[in-house]
């Protein structure tokens, strides 16, 4: 390749551009932002721009593409959210005054992981950038979002690692190059993925980082213990990385959270989709979840908090008990939380706002929005008291400060409205600097002159058609029609000729204009500077600004709690350290909304040690996956800290709610292979203990019916026998029905229904006992399947329901129609077994290897489904 010789700016470009590799450069000139080469190439692509091509001095064309900077915003979005990064690269000297070459440096890098403008941002969530590394047995995660300061420490167990990093929806993640294998944590999220070098996940490093973003000399005062090494280097690698993003640093963020193992359940990805906890199955919008019933929180930090907290059901009795107090204590006195729910109207995002405050990004509107939230806070803390303050409300309000001080000084300094930029308006509010005041009125007073001065222009040449105009290149000017032209007198000097008419000045003009000008000019930069120093001193209090958003956030979940508590008809549950669940007239939280009032039908769920696997068949339609949904989220609902849908419920703390849909039924990846079930769950029997929650719906549905019963029965065994935890088994396989014969705490429950003449009516009711025959011909009647394919189906049926059919699973039942043209049955349970089953007595599961385990499967089933030879 030939190197065209460089001038001096494509000399700097380079240089620039050779540090951010990664990301496309917005090289400012003027008032561009100009690209280069690929950088320019991708834009125009991604953005839709027309590419042209600078001369490069020399020979050498250099292809080019410029977005002009006051509509940057907007495509730096556009990038972004593509998943680019956008390096900003700023004139950082007064073209005016640089000897030579501009100096221009990056002066930050947008990315989707490091946003701080609204419209990157959503407001209902946390806009998380997280490092995560794994090491023996456990994976840590370092979590910031820039936009509001959050710094989160987590460690959990290496097999939670999934679940905790796509609780966060991060936007992006940083892993160690020398150590990927943490990319397995990433699994299914669709994140941009950033490879930084293995010495900045080390230790020392980040200790050193730690220290110097807080000013610390020993990182124990963070609260950093030995158990916290791998979240640390963790953290490590992230703050380097925020540091190139971010070159003016991160003044906004907030000492780290530590989370470890065992505070919070470790819910995994397929459970929070299949309860549909904050994205809807189908879309993955928030439509029809439950965070779309319980928010109504009335701020963004509230709706932030609220989706974590569906996110990290608690497991410590204490701290549900205490979230409950609060929101019963709200709940007991609609007056003062209607206050609190008024009062907390006009709160704005504090959180965000006082972040771009102490980064020095807020604009003057932002400074006043933030001080007007402000200044509702005394009346918030006036509804609060006025509540039998209790639980957790209590420690909140202990750690109150309301930053009047800061409301009452922003409030003071800027004007009721102010402008985005200074300059637009007045910024700075009157009586706050008599200077600022005085010049005010020279402008304000030299405007009204100039009127006065168009009136006497007028009088003295007679015409009455002269105007006092102003424009930006000639300034002010006296404006006459031709047609008066002959009435202009001699002191009239003419500057500018339009068609109809002519522009003059006079030097009575000229000095007024002197002086209105030098004062803008004065006042702005007055303004800036006040401005300026009243942002960086409430910037200065972003940490006192950060704990008072914090407590309004969880207030505000707490009041919304409570208002969708008596507005649904929810109960405070009793949550305690016991084994049994018990639900008293449950409903599901979501489909309940969807109906009538009144429509849902209740049902009562029972699970002790002595019944604690129910197997729930019924017809389709009959309501068995809205009723295992339901007790699922009625169970993490209660260890949020919130009331249930429920006339009583009793929950003993569960350590993990499990939830698994039979692949024909899982929308969830649009991929329905045995394999994704069949992996899924066997990662609960791996992982579930005695105190865990199985919800198994339709499992064993995604292969042939003896396969699928043979599965689901030993998959029900194990967790009967070995895990012993809570179980509840919707099935359409009338087999399972059987366990209950064979093992003491299973339960049969059937949701019933009603045969009205030829038709069937779903009752939506639990009931105990099997349910006693398939409704599936009735279901597929009322599908409108051809009548000759019903009757053909209902023959079948009668024919079927005649064998046993689990009178040995080692039989296979071949319904065939035989050459005679008469329905007939063929049972194979001869005496001689299938040579299938004979293949699996061989095998020898503990020597076997997953992959062999996976050909082996195949093997068998291909061997299973040979036409049986006569
Ligand atoms: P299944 O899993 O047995 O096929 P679903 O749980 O999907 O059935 O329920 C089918 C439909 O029945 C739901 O979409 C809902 O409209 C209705 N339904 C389910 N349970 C109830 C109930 N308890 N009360 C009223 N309607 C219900
Ligand atoms: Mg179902």
Redesign the pocket.
């Known amino acids: 390749m030939t190197r065209e010789k460089a001038t001096p700016l494509m000399t700097q470009y380079r240089e620039i551009k050779s540090r951010h590799q990664n990301a496309i450069l917005f090289f400012r000139m003027g008032d561009f932002y100009e690209m280069f080469y690929e950088d320019a190439e991708l834009a125009s692509r991604a953005l839709g721009l027309t590419l042209t091509s600078r001369n490069n001095g020399a020979a050498a064309q250099v292809p080019l593409a410029g977005v002009p900077v006051r509509a940057a915003g907007e495509y730096v979005r556009r990038l972004v959210q593509q998943g680019h990064r956008v390096a900003i690269c700023e004139q950082v000297e007064d073209p005016k005054f640089a000897k030579g070459i501009v100096r221009r440096e990056v002066t930050e890098v947008v990315t989707p992981g490091a946003a701080y403008t609204e419209d990157l941002l959503d407001g209902g969530r946390n806009n998380f950038l997280c490092a995560v590394q794994v090491a023996s047995g456990l994976a840590a995660i370092a979590a910031v979002d820039i936009s509001t300061g959050e710094f989160r420490l987590i460690t959990v167990q290496q097999e939670d690692g999934n679940a905790a990093l796509s609780r966060l929806t991060p936007r992006e993640i940083i892993l160690c190059v020398d150590h990927l294998e943490a990319q397995t944590l990433c699994r299914g999220l669709d994140v941009l993925i950033t490879e930084r070098p293995g010495w900045e996940f080390e230790n020392a490093n980040a200790s050193q980082v730690l220290l110097e973003q807080f000013g610390l000399r020993s990182v124990d005062e963070l609260g950093v213990g030995a158990g916290d090494a791998l979240a640390a280097g963790a953290a490590g690698g992230l703050l380097r990385y925020l540091r190139e993003l971010q070159p003016g640093g991160l003044p906004h963020l907030g000492r780290p959270t530590i989370e470890r193992p065992g505070g919070v359940m470790p819910l995994d990805d397929m459970t929070r989709r299949n309860l549909e906890l904050v994205e809807s199955l189908h879309g993955g919008d928030r439509s029809g979840t439950l965070l779309s019933v319980l928010d109504r929180t009335k701020t963004p930090m509230g709706a932030r908090l609220l989706r974590q907290w569906i996110l990290s059901p608690l497991t410590n009795l204490r701290a549900i008990s205490a979230r409950l107090d609060a929101v019963g204590a709200l709940a007991r006195d609609p007056l003062a939380r209607g206050a609190l729910l008024t009062a907390l109207d006009g709160v704005r995002d504090i959180e965000r706002l006082a972040g771009k405050t102490a980064t020095g990004r807020a604009s003057p509107r932002d400074v006043r929005a933030l001080g007007d939230s402000l200044r509702r806070l005394p009346e918030v803390e006036t509804a609060l008291r006025r509540v039998v303050v209790a639980g957790a409300l209590e420690t909140l309000l202990q750690q109150w400060d309301a930053c009047a001080d800061h409301a009452t000084a922003i409030c003071r300094a800027l004007v009721e409205r102010p402008p985005v930029s200074i300059g637009e308006g007045d910024t700075i509010a009157p009586g706050v600097d008599p200077a600022l005041d005085e010049l005010r009125g020279v402008a304000r007073g030299g405007k009204d002159a100039i009127a006065l001065l168009q009136a006497a222009e007028r009088a003295r040449t007679g015409i009455t058609s002269l105007k006092v105009g102003y424009n930006k290149v000639f300034g002010y000017f006296i404006e006459v029609t031709n047609a008066s032209s002959h009435l202009v007198p001699a002191d009239y000097q003419r500057r500018q000729t339009l068609t109809g008419a002519e522009r003059y000045v006079t030097p009575a003009l000229k000095e007024f204009e002197e002086k209105v000008l030098h004062a803008t000019e004065r006042i702005e930069a007055l303004e800036r500077q006040f401005f300026e120093a009243l942002r960086s001193a409430t910037g200065m209090a972003i940490a006192r600004l950060q704990v008072v958003s914090g407590i309004l956030a969880a207030i505000d979940v707490f009041a919304a709690l409570a208002e969708v508590a008596l507005r649904e008809g929810y109960v405070r549950p009793e949550v305690s350290d016991d084994f049994a669940l018990d639900i008293i007239a449950g409903r599901?939280p979501v489909?309940e909304r969807?109906?009538a009032r009144d429509?849902?039908?209740?049902?009562d769920v029972h699970l002790a040690t002595d019944a604690r696997m129910i197997i729930l068949t019924?017809?389709?339609?009959?309501?068995?996956?809205?009723?295992l949904r339901q007790i699922g989220l009625i169970v993490l609902m209660a260890q949020m800290g919130s009331f249930v849908p429920a006339a009583s419920a009793r929950v003993g703390i569960t350590d993990r709610v499990f939830t698994r849909v039979g692949a024909s039924d899982n929308l969830v990846r649009g991929q329905s292979t045995f394999m994704v079930e069949m992996s899924e769950t066997s990662a609960i029997l791996h992982t579930a203990t005695a105190r865990s929650l199985v919800l198994l719906?339709e499992i064993g549905r995604g292969t042939s019916t003896w396969d699928g019963v043979s599965i689901a029965w030993a998959v029900s065994e194990h967790l009967h026998e070995r895990t012993g935890c809570k179980t509840v088994f919707?099935t359409h396989y009338q087999e399972l029905t059987q366990l209950a014969d064979e093992f003491v705490s299973v339960r049969n429950y059937n949701?019933e229904v009603k045969e009205v003449g030829e038709r069937i009516l779903?009752l939506?009711r639990l009931q105990r006992g099997a349910a006693d025959r398939s409704y599936g011909i009735e279901v597929g009647r009322l599908a409108g399947l051809p009548q000759p394919v019903i009757a053909r189906a209902r023959v079948l049926l009668k024919l079927l329901e005649g064998e046993q059919l689990v009178a040995g699973l080692a039989g296979r039942p071949m319904l065939s129609k035989q050459p005679g043209g008469s329905d007939q049955l063929a049972l194979f349970t001869t005496g001689v077994p299938h040579p299938a089953i004979v293949r699996l007595r061989q095998i020898d599961a503990d020597r076997t290897t997953p992959l062999e385990a996976l050909a082996l499967l195949a093997e068998l089933v291909t061997e299973a489904n040979r036409e049986p030879s006569a």
């Open positions: 599901h489909v969807m109906m429509q849902f039908i209740p049902n019924g017809p389709n339609m009959a309501g068995k996956s809205t009723i719906d919707a949701v779903f939506h």
